[in-house]
Nanobody, 122 residues
Framework: QVQLEESGGGLVQAGGSLRLSCAAS??????????MGWFRQAPGKEREFVAA??????RYADSVKDRFTISKDYSQNTVSLQMNSLKPEDTAVYYC???????????????WGQGTQVTVSS
């Protein structure tokens, strides 16, 4: 049974940093074949793409480029999102997802975690 579990969310002041982690289980040896993505959803807004990674590279939303870094640890079956220079508009629930391509559409991902709250105060 495939499971994704996010951790690392919390409350931080604007300009600060947080590191989110997503632990993947149930993938077996196929984890390296999956693209892993991070999405976020703010209250009253649709879920939006943040970043994604697969064997060929990474992809970022323009709003987080140069501030966020996604990485994948194949030995630990984890994917992380290092978030620097956080802004109040980064406040959202952040979700980890697994799919077959580095895509920006939520429909391209097959598995989702429960999410972790990130709140950035001004």
């Amino acid at each position: 049974q495939v499971q994704l579990e996010e951790s690392g969310g919390g409350l931080v002041q604007a300009g600060g940093s947080l590191r989110l982690s997503c632990a993947a289980s149930g993938f077996g040896r196929t984890f390296s074949n999956y693209a892993m993505g991070w999405f976020r959803q703010a209250p009253g807004k649709e879920r939006e793409f943040v970043a994604a990674i697969n064997w060929s590279g990474t992809r970022y939303a323009d709003s987080v480029k140069d501030r966020f870094t996604i990485s994948k640890d194949y030995s630990q079956n984890t994917v992380s999102l290092q978030m620097n220079s956080l802004k109040p508009e980064d406040t959202a629930v952040y979700y980890c997802a697994a799919g077959w391509t580095v895509a920006v559409l939520t429909a391209s991902y097959n598995y989702w975690g429960q999410g972790t709250q990130v709140t950035v105060s001004s």
